[in-house]
């Protein structure tokens, strides 16, 4: 070490030795080497391997070294095991060792715990010493404005705050954009000086013998990808050989399989040149064709399995999917590419799910199927062959299950046509090498496709580390067949959406569906099952023909028709109540500061909703249900494997009359994600984990036998869509300024806990519905000439989906003076992404100084504008809004209970709704504010309608 001089409590240094660690896609890790060193020397492009600059600095010679990054919010475990190896010889690049690693972190970016756990585990891979030698280097300054950085790292909470504290409160912001300022620069080195001064001088060392056996590991790889290659390439040539004429091919057939996002579309999309299938998740099968290199060739896309759970737990319409794709491309595929992604690290139990999932189609289908890498433009200069070897013996045997036919795709380079002509040029060999053949299940005949549809296989349970219960979940529909005539019972099947379109195609005998999606079709209703196939053992090929066995048995239902019975007797089961009518209620509500307490007076047995946060309570007879909701302990679900997928709820019943829960959950139609729920019962400093009894397509249900504390957890999935909400609230501060919050959550946060929050500000009610997806940047658009400025100013916003117990503002937009609406768009992928949301806000009193004259003029206006449509009011609301209406007043305390009673007997629809109308209309201005509120956020279609702004 070169040591000039001591100064204070520092040492100045003539050398600086500096590694960059941080997350990928955002961090700022290459932005910030670059302001350090002063110029451009770092490629902004996500890297694959170390990459070593220098130069002087302050009078100092300073060597940067950036490492690739890892996923933000994702476990060590999913990290490609040439990024890990990276980070440990980064310490190798600068010897005899880096003074300092920067961790690297963007302000414009929620910090949840997610992040929190990733880089702890990432840095433990450089053993616990790294932590005495890190500094936490903030990002993007600029986006802090006024903020300092204490104040930044105090309001993101604890995740971060532990983080700071581990590193020993060891901080420094920097605004990548503003690199003129030599001084943040400076202040940086200097304060490394002052953590190597409080070192005793030293830098940080790691154990010779360690580099030296990843060195040796690495030239073994090295060398095993050499052999690979030359194995791969006389194979090849082999298989050329048999190419003539009578085998070329003109038209090629392609299936695509896979996991969920590992970029099966993009592939199809990279194969035909251009965009043919959408990105977003699909629960069908998609066919397009086009001509490619002077063929005509079909890609057929499929609906993706989770990649590291067993086929048990993939939805049998996604299973039917799979089996039914060959068929869509008569007479068969000429190969099927098995698509997997080089950025995320492949294990055992991928390999696991996707050998279940192709033998769906028979043993047959490996001697048809290439495997397929995408985002290729990961490995940087490492060889695809160098990625295998590294990635361990899961993935090798993969690779060579598929006879190592193998390509890798760089699908952000489309320009690059070579690598779709290669590849089309192995589909030849690979025909060749199967005499011209190509894929068809049937030849095999009685070891034809491993797959019957399953109604009560038993399923092994996934293991969930320290929970108190093991268990199998539900699974979805049955059927044998994919015949091209309809499905005869689909009119059961009415609002499911795209589910009951998909059932639209299949033939179920006897209409016979299984519990779990016949309770997706209906909120509350079920089918009566035929028999239990009692065999749950053997091979998937004895399972196959059992289950046939059992199919041949059942009789066609005919009991499919749900009859709701109005009242039940209190003495009925569970299960028989599962057929009650609902019946939904406005809680009592009592606020204190920010929490709100609610009390459900329940006045006989049966079903009733709460309105307010979606629960469900079946009641074996009359009682009072108080609930609230309360803060996730994180840390009592650690050891579980599970993650919060709801609000936590307080829940008592003095009489003991609750005996079961039917909890709101956020999932999509399609149920990629519905058979990772579960229920959470905490009780003191212990959690236990239980199965739903059933899962409907809005809730989950659960038997329970005492009260205290519920609420819904799932498996950590990486890559989760789930449906979300947009939460505008307009904030003003008087004339001239106006902010407008904007909120996005998932769609089981209550509103009215947000609202909570909110106070003060005012909730404008909006379309709020959207599909969010972990893992994904969002930003937020509108048009510039009515805003003054949109916060964050990142380009891309990871969204933190929290259950509290604050809700922040996501983003804030700065409104001009004169704004009377805003459009908005919430955009995927960042600014040139796809649209996942878009709403019109109105923004009432924005331009009206003070609050009380802002209050009045509202409420003067909406009392004008209820008498002038009174009329058609009174034609056009529906019944259902009209008591929706009546619970509000009642809460808002615009009507007494007696006055609502008095409205709700009256039978006609029009009459009852005149009367709610006349009434609220002699209650003044301020009431007629708050019915024109409600109405607005109950039917915004009718709102339009009558002309309301």
């Known amino acids: 070490m070169i040591v000039d001089a001591p100064r204070g409590d520092s040492l100045h240094l003539a050398e600086l030795r500096i590694v960059l660690l941080g997350y990928r896609g955002g961090s700022g890790k290459s932005s910030a080497g670059n302001t350090i060193l002063g110029r451009e020397e770092f490629d902004l492009k996500t890297t694959a391997q170390c990459v ?3 130069g002087e600095v302050a009078g100092r010679q300073v060597t940067v070294v950036d490492t690739p990054g890892w996923w933000k919010n994702l476990p060590v475990e999913y990290t490609p095991e040439l990024v890990k190896q990276e980070i440990l010889l980064s310490v190798s690049l600068c010897t005899p060792g880096p003074h300092t690693f920067l961790l690297v972190i963007s302000v414009g ?13 990432h840095l433990t891979l450089l053993s616990e010493t790294v932590w005495s030698h890190t500094i936490v280097l903030f990002t993007r300054g600029d986006f802090l404005g006024d ?9 993101e909470g604890k995740a971060l705050q532990w983080l700071v504290e581990k590193c020993g409160n060891r901080y420094h912001v920097f605004n990548n954009e503003n690199r003129g300022d030599v001084t943040q620069v400076t202040e940086l080195l200097e304060k490394i000086e002052e953590m190597v001064a409080g070192n005793r001088g030293g830098h940080y060392e790691i154990k010779r013998e360690l580099l030296e056996k990843i060195e040796v590991w690495k030239r073994k790889k090295e060398d095993k990808a050499k052999q690979l290659c030359m194995k791969v390439k006389k194979q090849r040539e082999i298989h050329r050989t048999f190419i003539g004429d009578s085998l070329y091919l003109s038209e090629l057939r392609i299936v695509l399989l896979g996991s969920r996002d590992a970029g099966k579309s993009s592939a199809g999309n990279t194969i035909l040149g251009r965009e043919e299938f959408d990105l977003r998740t699909a629960p069908q099968c998609l066919k397009r064709q086009g001509e490619v290199a002077g063929r005509q060739v079909t890609v057929v896309d499929t609906p993706g399995w989770w990649k590291n759970l067993p086929v048990e737990y993939t939805p049998e319409l996604v299973k039917q999917e799979i089996v039914f794709s060959v068929s869509l491309c008569p007479p068969g595929p000429h190969t099927l590419f098995l698509v997997i992604r080089v950025d995320v690290s492949f294990k055992e139990e991928e390999t696991n799910a996707a050998e279940d999932h192709l033998e769906l189609l028979s043993e047959r ?22 990625h295998i070897q590294r990635e361990g013996k899961a993935l090798q045997w993969l690779v060579e299950k598929c006879g190592n036919r193998f390509h890798v795709l760089n699908n952000n380079n489309r320009g690059d046509v070579t690598q779709v002509t290669v590849l089309l040029e192995k589909i030849d060999e690979l025909v060749a090498a199967n005499s011209g053949d190509v894929f068809y299940p049937e030849r095999d005949g009685d070891e034809g496709i491993n797959w019957i549809p399953e109604e009560m296989w038993e399923k092994p349970s996934l293991p969930l580390k320290g929970a108190h219960s093991m268990y199998p979940l539900p699974l979805s529909m049955s059927g044998d067949s994919r015949p091209e005539t309809g499905y005869d019972g689909s009119d059961q099947m009415s609002g499911v959406g795209s589910v009951a379109e998909s059932l639209q195609r299949l033939e179920v005998p006897g209409d016979d569906i299984s519990d779990t999606q016949s309770l997706r079709s209906s909120a509350y209703g079920s089918h009566t099952l035929g028999p239990v196939c009692e065999h749950h053992s053997g091979s998937k090929i004895s399972r196959a023909t059992s289950s046939l066995d059992c199919m041949r048995q059942k009789t066609p239902n005919t009991s499919g028709t749900l009859k709701p019975e109005s009242e039940p007797s209190s003495t009925s089961t569970p299960e028989e109540h599962t057929l009650t009518v609902v019946t939904k209620l406005t809680p009592e509500t009592s606020t204190e500061f920010t929490e709100t307490s609610c009390r459900l007076q329940c006045s006989h047995a049966g079903l009733f909703q709460c309105s307010l946060t979606g629960l469900v309570f079946l009641m074996e007879g009359e009682g009072e249900v108080l609930y609230r909701t309360v803060q996730w302990d994180e840390s009592l679900l650690h050891s579980t494997g599970q993650t919060p997928a709801g609000p936590l709820f307080s829940i008592e019943c003095p009489q003991g009359s609750v005996c079961q829960l039917h909890l709101p959950h956020c999932e999509i139609l399609s149920g990629e994600g519905l058979d990772s729920l579960s229920v959470a019962h905490v009780t003191g400093d212990s959690v ?24 819904l957890v799932r498996m950590f999935l990486p890559f989760l869509s789930i449906k979300g909400q947009v939460l505008p609230f307009l904030q003003s501060f008087g004339h001239p300024q106006s902010v407008l919050n904007v909120i996005v959550l998932p769609s089981n946060v209550p509103l009215n806990e947000v609202k909570q929050q909110q106070t003060g500000n005012t909730y404008i009610p909006v379309c709020s519905d959207c599909t969010l ?35 922040h503002p996501t983003f804030q937009v700065f409104l001009n003076p004169d704004t009377e609406h805003v459009e908005l768009r919430l955009l995927e992928r960042g600014v040139d992404g796809d649209e996942v949301w878009a709403g019109r806000v109105l923004l009432p009193g924005a331009v009206l100084v003070g609050g009380d004259q802002a209050e ?25 809004v009209v008591d929706d209406l009546l619970d509000g007043l009642l809460q808002q305390k615009v009507i007494n209970k007696h ?46 309608t009558l002309g309301f702004s």
């Open 856 to 880: 009045n003029s509202q409420s003067d206006s909406a009392e004008k504008q209820l008498h002038s449509v009174r009329k058609d009011f009174v034609d056009r609301v529906s019944k259902s």
């Open 365 to 386: 289908v490996w001697s048809h199927t290439i495997v397929l890498f995408t985002h290729g433009d990961c490995l940087g200069d490492t060889t695809i062959e160098q």
């Open 109 to 121: 970016f929620l910090y949840t715990e997610e992040d929190r756990r990733a880089v702890e585990e």
């Open 52 to 54: 070593k600059r220098q």
């Open 147 to 155: 903020t300092t950085i204490e104040q930044h790292i105090e309001s």
């Open 899 to 944: 006055e609502m009673e008095t409205v709700k007997v009256i039978p006609e629809r029009a009459e009852k709704a005149r009367e709610v109308i006349d009434m609220v209309l002699r209650k003044g201005a301020v009431s007629c504010l708050i019915m024109k509120t409600l109405l607005v956020e109950l039917d915004p279609f009718l709102c339009t």
């Open 773 to 807: 997806s972990r893992g994904e940047n969002y930003s937020l658009s509108c048009d510039l000439k009515k805003i003054q400025d949109i916060y964050p100013k990142a380009k891309r916003v990871q969204i933190y989906w929290g259950y509290g117990p604050n809700y």
């Open 688 to 711: 236990e984990v239980l199965p739903p009894l059933r899962v409907t397509d809005t809730h989950v249900v659960v038997n329970i036998t005492d009260l205290s504390l519920w609420g």
